[in-house]
């Protein structure tokens, strides 16, 4: 049910400098989805009445992500006047007039902060009674945050960040985790007396806890268990590490489910992904996007499946696929290379340095070594000859190949489309295939064999094979009058 006494505002303005990348930092994607989409997902788990997202850096970006995550989220965008307070105090701006119930603000890179938490922070705070409950953590090393300053009887006094703290201030371990709960009307009315006096010339949102004690009014910080929970992500090191440990959330999750993961530390599985019971994964595997495998398939190793489904007892080695379906009891690889719109049916093959693209392989049908099927119609029960390659491009337009059912090519094929082949037909080795081919009829390229003696010495004198030939040629001779003689 909608609660409709909260407010929800992400904190989503700002440039991250420190990425280093042309990509705006909450752009920037752990286990298939940007930082922003993750912290939006926790957002919506609170069926907050408003939730209001406030941009500014590389706005238009920005706001279609969070419109994709986030349909139905106020966008508000932050003015000229820098800091975290003047981006809560333009989003609780945004908020309906006769809204007057509580703000929770949580910021944009901190995607591993689960709902539960937010619940437990929330409840603590409407107990409590307090103007405003913020999250902690105690870290080894706070540097770059900041710092809760606690009064003598351990009561939360102020905040102090990292750049404008003293060494007594620095030498303390709990931070600030920059997730808050205020009663709006206290939080608005400090906002107003929040200024720009500080080393960074912002209008800080932590000031308002200072304002709001010296007010006379209550104030408290509830400490994480976990510190990983509200680690925000600044950087690239701290991308990976919230990517990692991610990860490992989600593949233990999947291993509780009946899904064996061989090595956790080299399995990488995007959200997104759904896997059933009994599904193996060897080592080096990574399944993103929507991926799903069926019961009793195995995957890899050393395998990147995006967007691909696979079915029950399906078995991939060694394979790159993207947006392709693989079907039941189907084998595919090693070094496989299946490229959008593949699809394998059930008991198919796609074997060892095979590249597919855009194509259909009928049940049963194989293609086993060393081809390229493009735009290609397989059916069932066929198999393609080694080293095949479908020519479907003319240089200008893109033509398909269509090989029947219980077809036999031989190796060394090129089909060159627009061509079918029939139901039943066989193919000669070596054939270039430019007309259809009849069903059950053998296509083959009949050109007689010539060998032009003496080619190599008269062509290629002075080299290694003039050498041996003229050695080979010598011997012959040689072991022909010797038979004479005898």
């Known amino acids: 049910m909608t609660d409709t006494r909260l407010a929800i505002v992400v904190l989503a303005a700002g440039q991250g400098t420190r990425m280093k990348s042309q990509t705006p930092k909450l752009l920037h994607e752990i286990a298939g989805v940007p930082l922003i989409g993750h912290v939006l997902a926790t957002a919506g788990e609170l069926d907050a009445a408003y939730t209001v997202s406030v941009v500014r850096h590389e706005r238009d970006r920005v706001v279609e992500v969070i419109e994709d995550h986030f349909p139905s989220s ?11 307070g003047r981006a809560v105090e333009q989003a609780i701006a945004a908020l309906p007039g006769d809204f007057d119930g509580d703000v929770l603000v949580v910021s944009g890179d901190v995607p591993l902060l689960d709902a539960q938490t937010l619940r437990e922070l929330i409840a603590e705070h409407r107990a409590s009674a307090a103007a405003a409950t913020l999250l902690s953590a105690e870290l080894d090393d706070a540097t770059g945050y900041g710092r809760i300053v606690r009064t003598a009887d351990g009561m939360l006094d102020r905040i102090v960040e990292h750049k404008d703290a003293d060494d007594s201030e620095r030498a303390i371990h709990e931070i600030n985790a ?40 209550d104030v408290a910080a509830v400490t994480v268990a976990e510190p990983w929970l509200v680690a925000g992500v600044n950087d690239r090191a701290q991308l990976s590490e919230a990517a990692a440990k991610l990860n490992a959330l989600i593949v233990r999750g999947w291993q509780l489910n009946g899904v064996t993961v061989v090595d956790p530390a080299t399995t990488w599985i995007d959200l997104k992904a759904s896997l059933d019971e009994d599904v193996t994964l060897l080592p080096g595997t990574q399944i993103k996007g929507a991926t799903s495998i069926a019961r009793g398939a195995v995957v890899g190793p050393d395998t990147t499946l995006v967007d691909c489904e696979v079915g029950e007892g399906a078995e991939v080695k060694r394979t790159d696929a993207t947006l392709s379906v693989i079907g039941a009891r189907a084998s595919v690889g090693p070094f496989a290379f299946l490229r959008p719109n ?14 597919t693209k855009n194509s259909h392989i009928g049940a049963g049908s194989k293609v086993p070594h060393l081809s390229y099927v493009g735009d290609t119609e397989v059916g069932v029960g066929s198999n393609v000859g080694a080293g095949t390659i479908t020519a479907n491009y003319d240089g200008v337009n893109k033509h398909r190949t269509v090989v029947g059912s219980h077809v036999r090519t031989g190796s060394h094929n090129v089909f060159v489309a627009p061509v079918r082949i029939g139901d039943g037909a066989y193919t000669g080795a070596g054939t270039v295939v430019r007309k259809d081919v009849p069903a059950g009829s053998l296509a083959v390229n009949v050109a007689p064999q010539r060998n032009l003696s003496g080619w190599v010495e008269q ?23 010797e038979q004479i003689g005898e």
Request: no cysteine; hydrophobic share 40%.
């Open 178 to 217: 920059g997730v808050y709960v205020f009663g709006l009307a206290q939080l608005r009315d400090q906002l107003a007396r929040v200024t720009t006096a500080n080393a960074q010339g912002e209008k800080y949102l932590t000031d308002v806890i200072g304002l709001l004690r010296r007010a006379g009014s």
């Open 342 to 355: 593949t699809v394998l049916d059930e008991d198919g093959k796609i074997g060892t340095f095979v590249e």
């Open 459 to 481: 062509n290629r004198p002075g080299t290694e094979a003039a050498a041996a030939a003229q050695s080979a040629r010598e011997a012959e001779v040689s072991d022909s009058a």
């Open 74 to 84: 106020i966008i508000a965008d932050q003015d000229d006047l820098p800091g975290t």
